[in-house]
């Protein structure tokens, strides 16, 4: 197992929460077999079908997942089995017939271009390095698509002012190049110049564009706060969370997909 997550983190280049989940989820289905008394030489295709109906279920002591999750696991370990078949260590893939959940597919629901606007300015309340910065992230996200994990990687040589231009790394730190809207680049020269220095003091001169109060880089759960914080003052969602429509970084990255196809952006 750690021969094969080795190879997903420097052959495939996925990413460290990926590689975490990849763990956990075949750490689960090596339990799973030491249960059965089965070694991964002598797996058939009825324990890896065991093994999903265990998932849904919880048949293995652990907790049932959803189709979703169970569909993930089950593509981890059918990954494993295929690099088990590669390095010659099993002669056959068991898993190559076991078909995971399909789960049902759910679009995101896009906010409106007035509620995006809300959002927006509820980022920046005032002129304090935390508001310039809150508002420059969300003005990222939105204008770009940008996951949340691409707008926190941000370092500072990144970003092509004079082209309005920026570098953002995906899944696997995929490349692209993107170009972004004036009114972001607004909010993030006005962040840059007078916001991120101030934080910037603090630290110890980390690239990272996007910095927490102690001058150190923003990390994903802080940018998550960030919106959620910025989607109640907005009244978009109610002050303890709770709302009919939940309010994700994902829902700026669908909203901005949304409204360049409706303002006439070709697919």
Do not use: C
């Not at 906010?111 to 508001?131: C, F, I, K, Y």
């Not at 001169?205 to 109640?232: I, M, Y």
């Not at 969370?241 to 949304?258: K, M, N, Q, V, Y």
């Amino acid at each position: 197992l750690r021969g094969y997550l080795h190879h997903l983190r420097v052959e495939r280049g996925l990413s460290s929460n990926t590689l975490a989940a990849y763990e956990r989820d075949l750490s689960r289905y090596a339990d799973f077999l030491r249960g059965r008394s089965t070694i991964l030489t002598d797996v058939k295709e009825t324990d890896v079908a065991s093994f999903l109906e265990a998932l849904r279920t919880g048949a293995d002591g652990a907790r049932p997942l959803a189709s979703s999750s169970a569909s993930r696991t089950v593509t981890a370990v059918r990954g494993w089995h295929k690099f088990l078949m590669a390095e010659g260590t099993t002669s056959e893939d068991p898993s190559a017939t076991v078909r995971p959940p399909q789960p049902g597919r759910r679009l995101p629901k896009a906010l409106g271009v007035d509620e995006v606007r809300r959002l927006l300015e509820a980022a920046g309340v005032d002129d304090s390095p935390v508001s310039l910065r809150d508002r420059a992230l969300l003005e990222v996200l939105y204008a770009t698509g940008a996951r949340i994990s691409a707008a926190v990687g941000l370092v500072v040589d990144d970003l092509d002012t004079d082209s309005r231009l920026l570098r953002l790394f995906g899944k696997g730190r995929k490349e692209r190049v993107v170009p972004m809207g004036a009114y972001a680049w607004e909010a993030l020269d006005a962040y840059l110049v007078r916001g991120r220095p101030v934080l910037a003091e603090k630290g110890r001169g980390v690239p990272q564009v996007f910095l927490n109060t102690l001058g150190r880089p923003l990390s994903r759960q802080s940018a998550w706060a960030v919106l959620q914080q910025a989607a109640e003052r907005a009244g978009l969602i109610g002050t303890d969370g709770a709302d009919e429509r939940r309010i994700s970084p994902h829902t700026l990255r669908h909203s901005f997909a949304t409204h360049l196809l409706a303002g006439g952006a070709d697919v």
